[in-house]
């Protein structure tokens, strides 16, 4: 079992837009095994290759309560978005901080397995909200900026302070 850092906010890397995987091997593999170890002892139900400092376009999502139903998404790409939804979301990389977030309810998405297949999926509800909130990562981009000016100074300002703390 291999953790790996998970990058905090406001850290810059999490604004590292990530590249395309050209090709699934071993490495992504064990870059899955690895997220999915990190993921679960977090606990998380979701993470992107982005916020443990690789910038490659993968991320995982287990929204399952028996957390065995792992979905390995490899170059994800949304490709329809239907409906509204209000999700509370929180973040690995934003600990202790929950906001309520307006995204697509109804997502169409193409992606490669950890084999390397293409394989489409629809997904609604709580598993769209996640994958919308990871490839999110993967464009450099973190939930709290679809916040107000003043939460994103309030939550920064909360952050740099605990930074200051443990220095």
Aim: glycine share 4%; with cysteine.
């Amino acid at each position: 079992m291999a953790l790996l850092p998970i990058l905090r906010y406001p850290d810059p890397r999490l604004h590292t837009v990530a590249a395309l995987v050209s090709r699934v091997d071993d490495r992504i593999r064990k870059l899955i095994k690895d997220m999915a170890d990190t993921m679960y002892a977090a606990p998380g139900v979701g993470l992107a290759a982005t916020q443990v400092d690789i910038h490659r376009r993968v991320i995982i999502v287990d929204i399952s309560e028996t957390r065995d139903q792992l979905n390995v998404f490899i170059n994800p790409e949304i490709t329809a978005r239907s409906g509204a939804a209000d999700c509370e979301e929180g973040c690995l990389s934003v600990p202790g901080i929950f906001e309520k977030v307006k995204r697509a309810e109804r997502i169409k998405l193409r992606a490669l397995d950890a084999h390397g297949r293409s394989f489409e999926l629809a997904a609604a509800g709580m598993l769209a909200v996640c994958i919308q909130h990871e490839i999110d990562h993967l464009e450099g981009k973190v939930f709290v900026e679809y916040l107000s000016r003043l939460k994103q100074q309030r939550i920064l300002a909360k952050f740099k302070k605990q930074q200051r703390r443990v220095m």
